[in-house]
């Protein structure tokens, strides 16, 4: 399967806990998406990286939340002193930047939840 | 910035008939992109179908055809022949051609199709 892979699926943690998920993007997309999706609720854009540069993070939703993707292949999203509202499915895409339209393919995501 | 409403949270048709599920969006932009999104229960979501607002022709796929109206900012996704599989929440999603290509979702629409 060369689709969008994400690990963990599923991280249960307790406040104040740090975790780190992992997003392995399609091998030749170079454009990698974070979104987190609250119950009942669409995907939010989070921040996106062109190869290994981070070109948009304002809507982090707060300083608690950081991502990487030091070469450009695969990214991890860490949420630092997790809390109760953390608790979300955080999804992961990738896609192509040739041409003017790219479609966007997403992982299965990876269901935190907070206690 | 970009809204989508969604205003179904949840529809039900029955297995072969014809159903149409409804979004507005809005936007001060021209140069722009419209989706829907299906995301089965526990799977990863898939692009159903999208359509690029320069153009007047609706955009179709099989048993998935749009009807783009683009100064009522409007963008209802009709599925023909409704089958068990369409089972699934479905998002309408926006992406502006001149910013960072994140989309921006709406809440969705759970959609069952009755046996």
Not at chain 1, 4 to 14: A, E, F, G, L
Not at chain 2, 37 to 54: C, G, N
Request: proline content about 4%; glycine content about 6%; hydrophobic content about 30%.
């Amino acid at each position: 399967d060369t689709g969008v892979s994400q690990d963990p699926r599923h991280k249960i943690t307790k406040r104040g806990q740090n975790v780190t998920f992992r997003c392995d993007p399609i091998s030749e997309h170079n454009r990698l998406y974070w979104y987190r999706q609250t119950l009942g609720q669409g995907p939010e854009f989070l921040t996106y990286f062109q190869n290994e540069a981070q070109l948009e993070k304002s809507r982090l939703l707060s300083d608690r939340f950081s991502a990487e993707r030091p070469k450009g292949s695969f990214s991890t999203l860490e949420i630092q002193r997790t809390e109760q509202g953390d608790s979300a499915m955080y999804l992961c895409a990738s896609s192509k930047t040739s041409g003017d339209y790219n479609e966007q393919f997403f992982g299965p995501g990876t269901r935190l939840t907070v206690l | 910035a970009q809204t989508v409403t969604q205003s179904q949270p949840e529809m039900s048709v029955q297995e072969a008939e014809t159903v149409t599920l409804s979004c507005t969006y809005d936007t001060s932009e021209n140069n722009y992109y419209l989706f829907w999104y299906k995301q089965p229960p526990s799977r990863q979501m898939i692009l159903v179908i999208r359509q690029e607002a320069y153009k007047q022709q609706n955009a179709t796929e099989n048993r998935f055809s749009v009807n783009f109206q683009k100064a009522a900012k409007s963008f209802s996704l009709k599925i023909s022949d409704s089958q068990l599989g369409d089972t699934a929440m479905y998002f309408c999603a926006f992406m502006s051609k001149d910013s960072a290509r994140q989309l921006t979702f709406g809440s969705g629409t759970q959609l069952t199709v009755l046996p």
